[in-house]
Every structure is written in C-alpha cells, then in structure tokens.
C-alpha cells in the first residue's frame, strides 16, 4: 500500500510537471529545443497559436498515418492542438485494432490510460494486452472501490484479464491481479476456467501460476464435463512434440500433487486414465498409474473400463468397429509386453474380467465379440475367468465359438473352460434384442454356436480336444457332451445336419455322437430330416446306418415321413434299406396310398419296385374288406386308379365281407374295379382296365355285367369301349332277364342299343320273361322315340308276343291307343290285317275302345273292315256292343262295313245294341237309322228276338222310344212266343209309354196264332189286329173299340185291351 501511495504520489506530481513544461516551451519559444522537423513546425505552430497563421497546423494532418498517429496524438495533447488531436484520435479510432504494443510505448501512463478509457470499454484488458503495468496501476487505482468485480469481467471476445496477463506470460501483472483478488477459477462461457484455456493451449507456465495460486484443479467445462487433467490426458503424441508431452506429464504430475481427482468422469463417462489410453498418452498414462486413488475399474457409459481400451488397440483388423483408433493396426504377435498399457494396467491390479452391468459380458467376451482375438489370447492367459457367464449364460468360450476363433477356442479349453455350459432361457416374456442369437435360442453350448454359425475350424477344435482329453494327463480339461439339446430339442450332431455341414456332421458320428438320439417329441434326426425336407441331411443319415424303424410318438414311420414330404430319393434308400412298405398310417392308409393320394407317381413307382403290394385290402366302407383299387375308383381318382391297375394289382375282385362278417350292401353287391368304374363313369380307368385283363362279362350280385351298369348310368363312352371289347357277351341277362340291349331300351339309350345290334344283330328280338322283345314293350308303354328307334334299325313290325295273346305290335299299339304309334309301324310295313288268336284285326281291337282317330287310320291303310273274329262279329258289332259312338261313325261314313250282318247268334249289330246298349244307345240308334234309314228293324234274330223286344228285355227305354218312333212293329214274338207286351217286368208303365207315344197305326202283324192268348187260328178262329199296336188278336182278345184320333180313326175301330187301356187312361198304368 505504501508503495502504491508514492507511485500514485509521483505519477500525480509528473503530470503536473509535464503539463506546465509543454506551456512553458511553447510560450518562451527557446533556442534549445528539438531541432527537428516536427518540434520545428510544431514550435512554429505554438507560436502562430491564435494568429491567422493557425490554419497551417491542417496541413500537418496530411502527415498522420497508422504508425506515427499516436506520437502526433501525444505531440498535439502536449501542444494544445485541438484539431490535429481530434484528427489522430479518428484514425487511432479507426485502426485500434491494428496498433501494435511498440505504437503504446512512447506515451505517458496517464495519456495513454486516458486513451484507453476513451477508446475502449475495457481499458484494463488493453492495457495488459500492450504490457503496460503503469496504465495497469492506473487503472487498478482509480477502480479501487469496484474491485475485484472489474478484474472479473469479460472483453468482447470473452477473454478475463488474468488470462491475457498469463497467455503473455507477464508473471508480474499477473501477480498484481491475483494480489487484487482476481477469480482464478474464473470461467468463460463454455464453461472454461483459466486453467482449462491454459492446458489447452499447452502453457505450462500458466497452468503452474494458477495451479500455485490455488485455481480448482477438479473443476469441468460445461459440455464435455472435461476437468484439467482430462485435458492433460488428451495429449496424442502423434500430434505434439515429445517436449510438449513431457510438459503435459509434468502438469498433471502438478495436478495430482494439487488435489487432482483421478477419477472424474467426462460426459461420455471417460477418466483420464481412459482418455490417456484412447489417444496413447503414455507419459500421463505413467503420472496416473502412480495416483493411489486411481480406480482402475470405472466405466464409462459404453461400459468400457480402461483395460477394456488398452486391449482393444492390439487389433489386425482396421475396421473402425473393431479397432476405434487412429492408431494403424499392430500385427498379432508383437503386442501385449510387459510395456503394453494393458500388460501395466493388469499388473496395478485391473480386473481382466469386468463385466458389464448390462450385457454381463466380461472383457473376453467382449474382446472375443469384436473379433480381436489377439486381445483375448492376452486375457485369457492373464488370468480371466473362462467360465464367465453373462445374462444370457454364456461363456467366453461361447463367444469364442459363434465368430469362429478357433485359437481362441483352444486356449480357453487348455484353460479349463466347460464345453457343456449351456446358455439360460430368456426371460418369460421378455425378447432382448441385444440378445447375441437373433432367434433367441437358448440351452445352447460352445459347440452348437460353432455349428450354428458355420465355423468348421472351431468344431475341428473341439473334436479334437475331446480326443486328446481322453488321453491328457491335465485335468482341466472337460470332455464335450454331443448328447446335449439345445431349447429347439436339437442336438450338435443334428445342427450340423440342419446347417449344412455333413463333414462335420461325419467327424462327430466318427467322436461318439449317437445318430438315433430321440427328442423330447420322440422323432429321431431321420425324422426330422425328413420333416424339413432335408434329402441330403436324410439320406447322410440313411448312409450311417440310422434305424428306418423308429417310430414318432404319433406312430409315423420315417417311410411314411419321407412320402408325405415328398423326398424320392429318401424313400428310395428306405425301401432299400428293407423297411415294412405295409404299415398303415393313423387314418389306415398305407404308405401307397399316401404317395398316390399326393399325386406323387415317383415315389409311387418306387415303392412298387421295391415290391410295395399294389393290391393291397384293408378296411372299406363299413368295414368290409377292399382294395386301394376299389378306394381309388369310389374317389373318383382315375389317376391313382390307373397308376394301380399297371401297377399289376387284382383288378377283378370284388369287395369282400370283413373278417368278422362286417360291411353292409358294399360287401355283398358282388361289383368288380369295372363295375364300379362304369357306374362313376370313370372313361381312363375303364380303358385301362379293360387293356389289363379285366373281366368284362363278370357279373355282380344283380346279375348286371359293367356293360349294364354304364347303360344304366348313360356313360356313352364307357359303353363304346366295352362293345368294342372282343371278348364281351351281350346276350348276358340280370336278375330281371334284361340283357345289355334291354338295358339300353329301358333307359331309352339308342346309341348303345344301336351299338349292340351292330355287334349283335339279334339283340332286338330277345324276348324278355312275357315273352315280348323290344318293339313290343316300347309299343306298350307308348314309347314313341324308342319304337322310331327300333323301326330305324330293321326291328320286325310283324313279331307277335310269345304269350298265348300272339299280338303285334299293330295290335299293342291300337291297345295302347297310340296313333303314331299306328301310323308308323303301317310306314314300316306292318301288316294291317294280322289276327289275334281270337281272329280279331287291329279294326276289332280300335272299335272296342274310343279310337276313332286310329280306325280312320287303319281304314285308310285298308284293313279287312269286314273281316269278322271268332264269334263273327265284325267291327261294327264290337263297337256296338261297347258304346263307341264315334268308332261307329267312323265305320258307317268311312267304309262299307256291312252293318246287317250276323253273328254266329245271329245277331246284327242292332241286335247287339239292343241287347248290350249303354245310355248312348239311343244315339247309336239315330246314328244308324241316319246312315241306313230303311234298316230292318224288325229283323229277328237266331232267338226270334227283334231290337225292340232285346232293348225292352233290358229295361233300355231310351232305345225302346227310339225304335219306336222309328216305327218297329210292337207286338213281334221271339222263338219262346215272348213279346213286349207279356214279357215278365215289374211295371207295364215302359209299354204303355211306348204305346202311347205312338203317332201313326204301325205295321200289322203275322202269324199262326193269336198273340195275347195264343190261340191258334182256324175257320173258326178268325185273324184281327189292333188298330193301336198292330198286334195280331183273336176275337176273344179284341173285343173293345174306340176311335184313335192320333190316328185320324174317328170311328171306333177294334184294340186289345192293352192299349184301349192306354187310349182311355193315357198312357198310366
């Protein structure tokens, strides 16, 4: 303080003295003053001061520049020349920047620290900047109330004072801030201290003034969290001189000594020490390693420990994922001495394993999962843990294995690692995709990862272990287990199967690998194979002489297994291998019907090579007995069908009865493979079995061959094919006698009917058990396509039926009332006057039923319409006598049938009206007396019987009335004397109706004797008739008159009593 009080006393005091010398010689104006150009002209220029001559101090500032603008500053403050000192001022404003320290020197403390203060808002910082300590004292003295705050304060570029003292290393102004209270911890805005900037710049003398003055050696910037001694460490000596790298060891030997904590983690979680590692410090590495609170074992937050670092330099490979450095790769072999940072780590007692808190893996694992392995031969025979587990369970020994480091591999197992750790399950419900094995396959050991990532080289290893450990006297060493199962049930042997690698696969069969290990499923690797489809892991299997036997828990065979996977090749070496091609599935199928039912014809043939039976029965539908053939057929497969049928199977047998009798229609029906192929219409099968022997006339339980069941089944083909057959018999009968041919008819199939006659002319007379042949059931049942079609192929239209009816097919046909049926058979030629065995013409049979049409047709063909049968009626009669008005017509306008003609009782077709009329018989009656009106009524016939007496014997008075009025004598007697009038009835009232009904007197009668009381006539009897009926009467009988008006008789005129009895009561009995 006492210093600084006579420092500022002096400083006062100069001023002071200045100020009035530079007065004193402008004004006194001596002789010894500078005899210089300047002092001249400025010494003329105090002297024009105030004059006119003033204006010539403007022509001085054409000589100020950048360089001499501070002394002509200086000169015009010591001249009082406003102008000029405003001039200078401008350019130093101007160029303040650009002026160097030596531009400073010249002025006066309190000239320059007023410039400063002028010119720049810190003017503390400029001073120190232009290393001038006395402006520094200045201003620190005028400050005086405002510090340490303006000691603290940020220039614009954000430098503090102290740092710009230190960077000129100017120990003294320096001193002077610290002794001021300077912040030596004084950061910037990135958080940097002075130490920090000191370090970075590499200024050890600063880092050593502010370590001595106390600054915190522990203090971190703001982003990266870098303390000092992070900064120390990250010194690369491929970027720094060797003197610079001692100097940074040197400084952090300071830090340490200060207080320095080791230990402080940057924001990526690195120490020093792992900074000094990573950029291969090795002279702080050295400082560090001797800090006894150094803790070897922190990670930074990839988890990385120092020795972690420190190996992964030693690398072959340049891959930035393995080898994170600049460093180029150093070639194994030549790393890892007693000098190497990892060698120096381990022996100040680094942990070699470290694991990590996530994963688990130690640094063996780690070393060994990026593939270094020169790293992990260093490890593991620097004391690691070779049986370290992590998360998942593995060892490193594991890691080893999966990226194929086979020297590795066999270190770790001369070391003692376990060949049979298994990995862990993952987590329930947990999928960690950090997990090492993309499918999360667990329960896995060394050498299933060898296998899984296809490393033969480390398999090699591990055989090759085992057989040295059987003779090795080191009992570290564990013989590999191949019976181990991975969480897929698998085992090393079968891995290797499934990844391809055979050759493997044979060297662990050569070292005691089992080839019929079972899963927990019970499937074998055959089995597997073959259910991955895998024919050549399958038949590597088949060669070693795997069991083709073993059955999987759901019974397959690996037969069984190989067909429904579709392998030929597999199934090939199995039926080679003798195995049982008879062995039903679950569902009954047999290892054939497998290999067809999939369309797979190649291992079909195969089995049938090897001697599969072709035939082979088994269960049917309910339970009887049948071949594959018949099943094929049933399920309309015409390509399995076929495939059997050349395959030589039985193609005649039909299904059989179980053995304890069961099965229902199926086993009874007596159908043969044809059968049942031309009942589904399988056209393939047909054809190949007819081509390989099939039977083509045998005959099921019906008695039908196939023929009849394709015609049955209208399968036109099928039926061509067997007609063509040369050894086929058509005239073979069913149990209902129908032939092929019938067959064919019954269904109405022309085209094999016209077939079979082509083969078998005869075929259409074959008669059937009525002894009728085609034509004729066709006639029956009005079958109009089926008679055309028989007509076409030259069928006799003349055949009778072979019963005791001998009709033909005219006659069936006018029986069915088939018109066409008619017209067509007389085109074809049949013959219209053939006879019934009652002698009966086609015209008999139409004019007994109502056939007009068809009368007029067999008319028209000209049929005998006289012509009479066995009771020598003829048409007419028989039309008569069943009513058949229209048939009647027919034959009374259409031809010249006689219709007074007599039977063989005599009897005309009047008679047979009379004595068979129906309730048209009246009409008939008209119809005839219309055609023939002079026909002879009262013609008796062989019974003395007229068609009046025969019409009232059968109580017809319709017919009675119409005869009547026709005119018919009343009272004609028949052969028995019986007339109309004592004919024996219940009630006269039809006579008297009749009687009465008459309108003119009717012919007389004739005759022997009296024809009411049958007297007979003589001289004494004489002959009377009644005038109202015309009857002949004796005397005694015709007693009674009376007029008939009806009759225009107005006088009375003799009557019997009868019809006086009708004429006086009118017709009431």
Request: charge should be negative.
């Amino acid at each position: 303080m006492l210093l600084r009080q006579e420092y500022v006393k002096l400083q006062k005091k100069l001023v002071d003295t200045e100020r009035r010398c530079n007065l004193l010689a402008a004004k006194a104006n001596q002789d010894n003053a500078s005899d210089t150009f300047i002092s001249r002209l400025l010494a003329i220029v105090a002297e024009l001061y105030q004059q006119e001559q003033y204006r010539c101090e403007k022509g001085v500032m054409s000589l100020v520049n950048v360089r001499n603008c501070i002394r002509f500053y200086q000169t015009a403050e010591e001249l009082n020349a406003s102008t000029l000192l405003n001039y200078c001022a401008e350019i130093i404003a101007s160029h303040w920047d650009d002026l160097r320290k030596e531009d400073f020197s010249s002025m006066s403390a309190q000239l320059l620290y007023k410039m400063f203060k002028s010119k720049t808002e810190y003017p503390l910082h400029k001073a120190i900047k232009v290393e001038r300590e006395d402006v520094v004292f200045l201003y620190l003295i005028e400050m005086d109330s405002q510090l340490p705050g303006k000691l603290n304060e940020l220039d614009h570029n954000g430098d503090l004072a102290l740092d710009l003292a230190l960077a000129q290393r100017l120990e003294s102004i320096a001193t002077t801030l610290v002794n001021y209270k300077a912040d030596v911890d004084r950061a910037d805005k990135r958080g940097w201290s002075l130490l920090h900037k000191a370090i970075q710049r590499g200024d050890k003398f600063a880092a050593n003034f502010l370590i001595k003055n106390g600054a915190r050696v522990n203090a971190a910037t703001l982003g990266d969290q870098e303390t000092p001694l992070h900064l120390v460490a990250s010194y690369s000596p491929k970027k720094h001189l060797p003197d610079v790298m001692a100097e940074m060891a040197q400084i952090a030997e300071s830090l340490l000594q200060a207080g320095a904590n080791p230990n402080m983690q940057d924001n990526k979680g690195r120490t020093p020490l792992h900074v000094s590692i990573v950029v291969r410090n090795e002279p702080v590495f050295s400082q560090l390693l001797q800090c006894k609170q150094l803790d070897l074992e922190l990670k930074d937050h990839e988890g990385s420990t120092a020795l972690w670092l420190a190996v992964q330099y030693i690398t072959v490979s340049s891959d930035q994922s393995v080898n994170p450095f600049e460093d180029a790769p150093v070639v194994n072999g030549t790393s890892f001495d007693e000098n190497s940072f990892a060698a120096r780590l381990i022996q100040r007692g680094s942990n070699t394993d470290a694991p990590d808190t996530v994963t688990g893996n130690c640094l063996l694992q780690r070393a060994a999962g990026a593939g270094n392995e020169a790293a992990s031969l260093f490890l593991a025979t620097h004391g690691a843990k070779v049986n370290h587990q992590n998360k998942w369970g593995e060892t490193p020994l594991h890691t080893a294995c999966r990226h194929g480091l086979a020297n590795l591999t066999a270190e770790l197992l001369q070391q003692g690692a376990n060949p049979n750790i298994q990995t862990a399950e993952a987590v329930l419900g947990q999928k960690d995709a950090s997990s090492p094995t993309a499918e999360n396959i667990y329960l896995q050991t060394p050498l299933h990862m060898a296998i899984a990532y296809n490393h033969p080289d480390v398999v090699s290893v591990i055989l090759e272990q085992k057989a040295n450990a059987l003779h090795a006297t080191n009992n570290l060493q564990i013989i590999p287990d191949f019976s181990l199962k991975d969480s897929r049930d698998q085992t090393v042997l079968g891995l290797a199967l499934w990844t391809g690698m055979h050759t493997i696969a044979a060297q662990l069969l050569g070292s005691g690998a089992s080839i019929n290990d079972t899963m927990s499923d019970g499937q074998t690797l055959l089995h597997m194979a073959i259910q991955r489809r895998d024919s050549k892991s399958a038949l590597f299997l088949l060669e070693h002489q795997a069991d083709i036997n073993v059955r999987t828990q759901d019974g397959e065979t690996a037969l069984q297994l190989a067909i429904k996977n579709q392998l030929p090749l597999v199934v090939d070496a199995i039926c080679t291998r003798g195995a049982d091609m008879s062995v039903p599935d679950e569902k009954g199928n047999p290892p054939l019907w497998l290999a067809l039912e999939n369309n797979l014809e190649d291992i079909a043939s195969t089995l049938v090579r090897h001697g599969c039976d072709s035939t082979c029965w088994g269960s049917g539908p309910s339970g009887c007995l049948q071949t594959l053939l018949h099943r094929a057929i049933d399920e309309n497969s015409e390509q399995i069908a076929c495939f059997l049928i050349r395959s030589g199977c039985d193609v005649n047998s039909p299904r059989k009865p179980g053995p304890n009798g069961e099965g229902e229609e199926e086993a009874h029906d007596g159908q043969t493979p044809l059968h049942l192929a031309a009942c589904w219409g399988l056209e393939e099968v047909i054809q190949c079995l007819l081509e390989f022997g099939a039977n083509v006339n045998a005959q099921d339980a019906e008695g039908r061959t196939p023929i009849h069941v394709a015609i049955s089944n209208q399968h036109n083909v099928i039926i061509q094919l067997m007609i063509s057959h040369p050894d086929i018999k058509l005239n073979v009968r069913d149990r209902q006698g129908m032939t092929p041919f019938a067959c064919a008819m019954t269904y109405k199939n022309n085209k094999a009917a016209e077939a079979i006659l082509k083969r078998e002319p005869g075929a259409a007379e074959q008669v059937d058990n009525k002894g009728r042949n085609f034509l004729h059931v066709a006639v029956q049942n009005s079958d109009i396509e089926s008679v055309l079609f028989l007509i076409s192929v030259q069928a006799n239209v003349n055949s009778r039926v072979q019963d005791a009816s001998k009709l033909t097919p005219l006659h069936l046909a006018v029986q069915a009332g088939s018109e066409i049926i008619v017209r067509n058979l007389l085109l074809a030629g049949a013959q219209v006057n053939e006879l019934t065995k009652h002698r009966q013409t086609a015209l008999h049979l139409a004019a007994q039923q109502d056939l007009p049409t068809i009368c007029s047709v067999l008319l028209e063909n000209g049929v005998d319409f006289a012509a009479v049968d066995e009771n020598g009626n003829n048409a007419l009669h028989l039309a008569v006598m069943h009513g058949r008005l229209n048939n009647i017509r027919v034959l009374l306008t259409e031809c010249n049938v006689d219709a007074e003609a007599f039977n063989i009782r005599g009897q005309s077709p009047m008679h047979i009206l009379g004595q068979y009329g129906k309730d048209n018989a009246a009409a008939i009656c008209d119809l005839f007396l219309e055609c023939m009106p002079e026909y002879p009524l009262d013609k008796p016939d062989a019974e003395g019987n007229t068609v009046l007496l025969l019409a009232y014997m059968k109580g017809n008075a319709n017919l009675c009335r119409a005869i009547v009025r026709a005119g018919a004598r009343l009272g004609v007697n028949n052969n028995q004397g019986v007339n109309i009038f004592n004919y024996q009835v219940a009630t006269k009232q039809l006579l008297f109706r009749l009687l009465d009904m008459l309108t003119k007197e009717p012919p007389w009668c004739d005759g022997s004797n009296c024809y009411e009381c049958t007297a007979k006539f003589g001289v004494t009897t004489r002959k009377h008739h009644c005038r109202h009926c015309g009857r002949l009467l004796c005397h005694k009988c015709s007693t009674k008159e009376i007029p008939i008006i009806k009759f225009d008789l107005n006088k009375p005129v003799r009557v019997c009593n009868i019809c006086f009895d009708v004429l006086t009561l009118g017709g009431v009995s």
